[in-house]
């Protein structure tokens, strides 16, 4: 086929007018949600473990406070993005994962037990605060520990890597304690490194660590001890920079919070019986930063 | 991909205030030399001396090597740390057990990587230096029988030299393998060079630039072991054996 010089103006004129058509309409999407609707797939991290934000319970159903946030997210996504059907991927991850897969974007959207600091914001963007921690310790009821100051000298596990970690090493080098801190690669093995003997005690962000004892053989034997030295926030992560996507999700948290729906789903996972070993109760009613969170959402680390 | 890149992130201080980022690969680094090298040279003693016991007349010292050699060179060396670690203190007597867990951490952990990568890399030096005896004509060995020498005697003069140089060049892989294996010590928690670098990926928030580094660290040593073997074997060698010129 040869083009004429007034066809060739007309292709011109066209595309000219469908390009106007295009700007005029909603705004250009950009980054994760155009990549949602341009694929019609939405890649969402899980874990295996992380107890009870986000794991596999015992029907090998993916489950957890901070997944079943992700899954109104892709709702809410579905919904703005007008798509008749959005397939939705799901990737396990683990803390050393995570966030190369959200930086280099094979995640869209990583909800579980991720703290928001200040080095993660380098690589990603953290959505609304859905849970504030706070790391204590994790103690047999004879061990005779009742405050940071009694390990002097003693075996402490931390899992390797985490913002615990990073806390006890500073403790222990600012008050010279000796402290010998033993990693566990998990938050099952910290449990057992200290079920077992070879640690006093277990430093972890306290609603694990309840966790931890619901699930334990005796949870009679042990307690959580220690004043929380710092308190963190745990956010949905998200590829860094991508403001629409992440008004979406922030949207969904602070809807969320605002319909008291938010408060219904914490008592599902924290206050309830939930299917994993059987079936526990964590039982950790909404600590007063909790509500505080509830009544002013913030993306903030603290 | 939105990834912000800092090379210079190995020169910042680490947050959790024990130096340097770059300090802490150096440190991963020694304890991976340090447990290769002493794994390495057990693992050549024992490996030598299975392989050896799998090729002798004696019955009982066949059959028990055989065993050894098959119970560690075909299991997973994850399940055999995880063993190490967690389950044998739990079948020893109580006290000795306690006494185990309650030792400092990083050497209980040190030394219960070193038994596990010992005996697994053992195993498969083991089969190595039983090959090599075996390619070494079975006229060989009644030569030196009928010159009068004894099963060691025959061993130690006749055999042996031979199948040692013959063993060289597989045994290079082995000895490579055990700087790459020595990584599994970061799941029971002694921090070597992966697991300094995960270390520092997760408290930096740099996770490539992490595991670049380490990629090039072991790529130099490994680099390093196979120099050093090709000396070994330049230097080892004998003219006519093994086509050498």
Not at chain 1, 279 to 298: A, C, K, N, Y
Request: charged share 20%; with cysteine.
């Amino acid at each position: 086929m040869t083009l004429n010089q007034p066809m060739i103006r007309s292709l011109l004129a066209a595309a000219g007018l469908a390009l106007c058509a295009a700007a005029a309409g909603a705004q250009p999407l950009d980054g994760t949600l155009k990549k949602i609707k341009d694929t019609g797939t939405i890649t969402v991290a899980t874990r295996g473990a992380s107890i009870p934000f986000n794991y596999l319970d015992d029907n090998n159903k993916q489950a957890g406070f901070a997944w079943e946030i992700s899954q109104r997210v892709v709702e809410q996504v579905k919904k703005d993005l007008k798509l008749a059907r959005l397939e939705v991927r799901t990737l396990e991850v683990t803390p050393q994962t995570r966030i190369p897969l959200v930086a280099n974007q094979t995640v869209d959207l990583e909800c579980s037990s991720t703290t928001n600091n200040a080095e993660r914001q380098n690589q990603v963007s953290f959505s609304t605060t859905f849970f504030v921690v706070g790391a204590r310790l994790l103690v047999r009821k004879n061990s005779g520990i009742k405050h940071w100051s009694d390990l002097v000298g003693k075996n402490v596990v931390v899992s390797a890597g985490t913002t615990a970690e990073r806390m006890l090493r500073q403790l222990n080098e600012k008050n010279k304690w000796g402290i010998n801190i033993i990693l566990a690669k998990d938050i099952n093995e910290n449990f057992l490194t200290v079920e077992t003997g070879r640690a006093v005690a277990a430093t972890q962000d306290d609603i694990i660590l309840y966790s931890n004892i619901a699930r334990a053989r005796k949870p009679a034997d042990w307690e959580v001890v220690g004043v929380p030295q710092q308190k963190e926030a745990y956010g949905c992560m998200l590829r860094k920079g991508d403001t629409a996507f992440k008004k979406v999700v922030d949207g969904v948290i602070t809807g969320m919070m605002r319909s008291g729906e938010f408060s219904a789903l914490y008592e599902k996972y924290f206050l309830k019986p939930i299917a994993v070993k059987g079936s526990v109760t964590i039982g950790f009613p909404m600590s007063s930063d909790m509500q505080e969170l509830v009544r002013h959402p913030s993306d903030q680390p603290l | 991909m939105h990834y912000s890149w800092d090379w210079l992130i190995f020169l910042e201080p680490s947050v959790t205030g024990e130096g340097l980022y770059g300090l802490m690969l150096l440190r991963g680094l020694l304890w991976t030399v340090l447990l290769s090298l002493l794994a390495w040279s057990l693992a050549l003693g024992i490996g030598l001396a299975a392989g050896v016991a799998r090729t002798l007349p004696g019955r009982t010292a066949r059959y028990l090597s055989t065993v050894y050699i098959h119970c560690f060179r075909n299991t997973p060396l994850l399940v055999q740390l995880f063993l190490w670690y967690f389950v044998v203190p739990e079948l020893l007597p109580v006290d000795w057990g306690n006494a185990l867990k309650q030792m400092n951490p990083t050497a209980n952990q040190f030394l219960t990587v070193l038994v596990a990568l010992t005996l697994y890399t053992a195993a498969k030096a083991a089969e190595q230096v039983r090959a090599g005896i075996e390619s070494v004509p079975r006229s060989q060995k009644q030569a030196a029988m009928a010159l009068g020498l004894g099963t060691a005697a025959a061993y130690r003069h006749v055999i042996l030299p031979q199948a040692l140089r013959i063993v060289i060049p597989p045994l290079t892989s082995d000895f490579l393998n055990v700087f790459k294996n020595s990584a599994v010590a970061l799941t029971i928690g002694l921090m070597e060079l992966t697991g300094q670098t995960r270390q520092l990926s997760e408290f930096s928030a740099h996770p490539f630039e992490a595991f670049i580094a380490a990629t090039f660290v072991y790529m130099a040593i490994t680099y390093g072991v196979i120099v050093l073997m090709r000396r070994i074997e330049h230097r080892a060698r004998v003219p006519g054996l093994l086509g050498a010129a």
